[in-house]
């Protein structure tokens, strides 16, 4: 294998599926397997081997020629690149049903990202614990965003919140947000902003399901109207 390509931009689609190739090697590792082909990790990770070597070509791993990729040298290679290699804090903004789950969610830790705070506007939810983690007001986020040196910011509140959520983090120095609130975010330039609609996902899944057969999709009739109806 070759070293990391340094300074190589990397496209952004590249980068999203970066994560999916991780999760993959982990899941070979957690199964003792050391060795992979291209072919091997492309079905782990759901697409094809060209795409797939193309991607891994940026980061300067082309695999050893017959014997494949080295599972954990390419995790860490990958992990190094998309920065979960070091610990972020993360803090999260709505413990509602929503940010309550997201606090609980094992996945973070293990992958990274460590939920240092949980904050709310809701009175009635202070000192609540969850997750471990008392539940702090929303007016505490300068303190807890300085105290940490919190970068990425989790926004689960009501859409009609969450742009002032944003610029509330924003005004603290969070550079980062992922957004699970049904809204559009503006934010200043240098600011990512990732969005997270999970009824925009289930309607994809409609989508594909209604094509599947009439079995599937209902009533053809009621199509048109209830395509309006999303509208």
């Known amino acids: 294998m070759t070293a990391r390509v340094s300074g190589r931009e990397i496209p952004e689609a590249t980068v999203a599926r970066l994560p999916v190739y991780l999760r993959a090697l982990n899941t070979m590792l957690e199964h003792d397997t050391t060795t992979c082909s291209s072919e091997e990790l492309a079905v782990a990770a759901g697409v094809n081997s060209a795409k797939l070597r193309k991607d891994l070509s940026y980061l300067g791993s082309y695999g050893t020629r017959g014997v494949g990729y080295d599972v954990d040298y390419l995790r860490y290679q990958i992990a190094r690149e998309i920065g979960v290699t070091q610990d972020w ?3 999260i903004v709505g413990i509602g049903n929503l940010g309550h789950a997201l606090a609980n969610f094992s996945g973070f830790r293990t992958r990274g990202f460590r939920v240092v705070a949980l904050l709310d506007a809701d009175p009635a939810l202070h000192g609540r614990l969850v997750a471990g983690l008392g539940v ?8 807890v965003v300085a105290e940490h040196s919190v970068a990425i910011g989790v926004i689960a509140t009501p ?3 969450a742009q002032d959520v944003a610029d509330r983090m924003v005004e603290a120095g969070i550079t980062s947000i992922l957004n699970f609130a049904p809204s559009v975010l503006t934010v200043p330039e240098g600011v990512d902003v990732r969005k997270v609609d999970l009824s925009i996902e289930l309607q994809i899944l409609a989508y594909h399901e209604q094509r599947k057969g009439p079995h599937h ?3 053809d009739d009621s199509a048109p109207a209830m395509a309006g109806e999303a509208l």
């Open 89 to 91: 804090a993360v803090i």
């Open 136 to 143: 702090q007001p929303f007016a505490d986020l300068d303190a």
């Open 159 to 161: 859409a009609v919140a």
């Open 217 to 219: 999709g209902g009533d």
